[in-house]
Nanobody
């Protein structure tokens, strides 16, 4: 089965850092993109960052630019989200999701993602 498993969430204070991991397994294709999304209580899910499997594109939402960094370790089938200078408004459940054969190799937040992880909770206290 194709699976994504997130880890690395937790409770931190504002200004601190966390690194989220998304481990991929059972992927039948090597052309895909991985996106990180988050959903805060009472809010809609939003795209945070994404990367495609061939490192052709990386995308960040404006609110995390300069603070978050997405990277991939293809040998470990893992995508990371390094989150620095965390703010209380970053508090949310973070999900990784996979889109197979992203058009033009460009990852995006607003297209259908076939596989989703279970999520990991990030809580940032003031």
């Amino acid at each position: 089965d194709v699976q994504l498993v997130e880890s690395g969430g937790g409770l931190v204070q504002a200004g601190e850092s966390l690194r989220l991991s998304c481990v991929l397994s059972g992927f039948p294709y090597d052309d895909y993109s991985i996106g990180w999304f988050r959903q805060a209580p009472g809010k809609e899910r939003e795209g945070v960052s994404c990367i495609d499997s061939k490192d052709r594109s990386i995308l960040y939402t404006d609110s995390v630019k300069g603070r978050f960094t997405i990277s991939s370790d293809n040998a470990r089938y893992t995508v990371y989200l390094q989150m620095n200078s965390l703010k209380p408004e970053d508090t949310a459940v973070y999900y990784c999701a996979a889109e197979f054969w992203p058009p033009g190799g460009a990852c995006a937040f607003d297209r259908y993602h076939e596989v989703w992880g279970q999520g990991t909770l990030v809580t940032v206290s003031a």
